[in-house]
Nanobody
Framework: QVQLVESGGGLVLAGGSLRLSCAASGRTFSTDAVGWFRQAPGKEREFVAAISKSGFNTYYGDSVKGRFTISRDDPKNMVYLQMNTLKPEDTAVYYC????????????????????WGQGTQVTVSS
């Protein structure tokens, strides 16, 4: 059974940092492009960041560009989201998602493109 498990969420003051982790069990991330999405209360889920299977290509949503960094460690079967200079508007449940792909360089922006999802981790940024 494939599982993605996010961790690292919590409560942080504005301007602070958090690092989210996504661990895969039942599959290996080395076959996947991976993305992070988030959903704030009362809002639709939105794209945050994506990384290609090779790890060389990344893409970020406009609201997090320059503050968040996505990375992967395939030997550990982990993907990370380093979040710096956090703002109250970053408050949301953060989800990681994986897409099996033959492309080493592609990243993916849309929810429907992903095959597997985690259960989410709450990030709360207080002002």
């Amino acid at each position: 059974q494939v599982q993605l498990v996010e961790s690292g969420g919590g409560l942080v003051l504005a301007g602070g940092s958090l690092r989210l982790s996504c661990a895969a069990s039942g599959r290996t991330f080395s076959t996947d492009a991976v993305g992070w999405f988030r959903q704030a209360p009362g809002k639709e889920r939105e794209f945050v960041a994506a990384i290609s299977k090779s790890g060389f290509n990344t893409y970020y949503g406009d609201s997090v560009k320059g503050r968040f960094t996505i990375s992967r460690d395939d030997p550990k079967n982990m993907v990370y989201l380093q979040m710096n200079t956090l703002k109250p508007e970053d408050t949301a449940v953060y989800y990681c998602a994986a897409k099996t792909t033959t492309s080493r360089g592609a990243w993916y922006l849309e929810e429907y493109q992903y095959n597997y999802w985690g259960q989410g981790t709450q990030v709360t940024v207080s002002s």
